[in-house]
């Protein structure tokens, strides 16, 4: 059984070092030397990879913002040039304003006394007028401007007063009704009415004339009379109040 064995088995060979155990420890720290620098070259590879990568977006912004530039440079000398136009816009804009200023409230008075003519009866004649409108509003207080009762709920553009005379008191019944029907006054009042002999002329030998009606009135303008020259955004939204309701 044993001879079987022996003749059926197979020499075993054992690998021997005979290299001392200091040479295997030196030939491992070389291996992990190696792999370390091989990583680090890897990494520095990447690093120098993603360093040129940088270097042309950083480029390419670089254009980017020269294009800016010189566009910017382009525009602000375009801005230059066209200055003196703003200028000129400013200051025409600054003499418009001052215009609306000044001319605010502005009575169309040519068309007002045509208005007043068309009116006027037969037998009334007109001697004075006085206007308080616009600039001039209650520098010259008239009429119904210091009345203790309004006659109209919309507020007065202006206002006009006449004196006058007439042959009859109906005729200054006409001269209020026909001024009612005229669509640039918003009210008509009769402050007074007095009936008078006219005085004979000096060095006449015939006898006073027949008497005569003097009366006072104020008319009451609307905004429909305004000039509205040099009227701009400021006014036009302002037209409206002139309109509106409320106390003189």
Known sequence: MRARQSLGSQPMIRRVGLLPLRYERQ?????????????GLVVLAALVFWWFMIAGEIKEAGDQLALVE????????DIDEL????????EVQ???TALQQVMAGDVDWPALLTEVALVVPGEVWLTTLTASAGQTEG???VGTETA????????AFGRVQFVGKSLSF???AKWLIRQETVE???AVWLNSATKEAQEASAGATTAAGPEVVTFDTTIELSGKIASRRFEGGALAAGRDLIEAPGAP
């Open 27 to 39: 030939r491992g720290e070389r291996r992990r030397i190696g792999f370390t620098a091989l990583t």
């Open 70 to 77: 010189a566009t910017n440079a382009n525009l602000q000398s």
């Open 83 to 90: 200055q003196s136009f703003a200028e000129l816009a400013d």
């Open 94 to 96: 600054k003499k418009r």
């Open 139 to 141: 520098a010259a207080p």
């Open 148 to 155: 203790a009762v309004r006659i109209s709920e919309k507020r």
């Open 170 to 172: 109906p005729g200054i």
């Open 184 to 186: 640039d006054f918003s």
